[in-house]
């Protein structure tokens, strides 16, 4: 029975097919349509009001800020004349991007014509940074590290600065350090002035 189910199955399902082809069918021709220009959009008005102006940055007053520090820091009780003064690089402890390279630079023109220290010359540190392994842009970032430096290029004195706060008014700290003990000799902060 299911044969016959099967086969008369097929047999309804090959009806169904045509048997001739399908006639041909007249190509339809479709005429273009007249070109219509495309409607250009309406000049806008002039702007009449003034683009306002960007405002302008402010530029930190390095040398001004830490110069006043530093006449302190050459006065202090406990430092000896003529002594080597590592000039640690400036941390950014701030909530934001500052121009730490030009606060370093800042230190170093202050201390530049002092009678109290002779500070590390650049090549001298970036050769003790290699010693250690430090990159020239590395900022130390602790103190032992700047101890260990100072160890190294024979410094007696480590000044060690941060720059913290809000970066739109930061604030500035020093700190003057004793190598062989660690022991801070100065201490000082003020704000970094426009």
Not at 22 to 45: G, H, N
Not at 95 to 115: D, F, M, R, V
Not at 149 to 168: E, F, P
Not at 170 to 183: F, R
């Amino acid at each position: 029975m299911k044969k016959f189910l099967w086969v008369a199955l097929a047999a309804l399902v090959l009806t169904g097919c045509p048997s001739r082809p399908p006639e041909p069918t007249a190509p339809i021709t479709v005429e273009p349509q007249p070109q219509q220009p495309e409607p250009q959009p309406e000049p806008l008005p002039p702007i009449t009001e003034p683009v306002p102006q960007p405002p302008k940055i402010q530029q930190l007053d390095w040398l001004g800020s830490v110069q006043p520090m530093v006449n302190q820091m050459l006065q202090a009780d406990g430092v000896t004349p003529g002594s080597v003064l590592l000039l640690d690089s400036v941390k950014n402890n701030t909530n934001g991007s500052l121009s730490i390279g030009n606060a370093t630079s800042a230190l170093h023109q202050a201390l530049a014509s002092n009678k109290t220290f002779a500070v590390v010359p650049e090549a001298q540190l970036a050769s003790a940074r290699q010693t250690l392994g430090l990159s020239a842009e590395d900022s130390l970032g602790s103190r032992s590290k700047a101890i260990g430096l100072a160890r190294i290029v024979n410094a007696q004195y480590v000044l060690y600065s941060a720059v913290s706060g809000d970066v739109k008014s930061p604030a500035m700290e020093m700190q003057l350090m004793l190598v062989q003990t660690g022991e801070i000799v100065w201490s000082g902060n003020g704000d970094v002035k426009y």
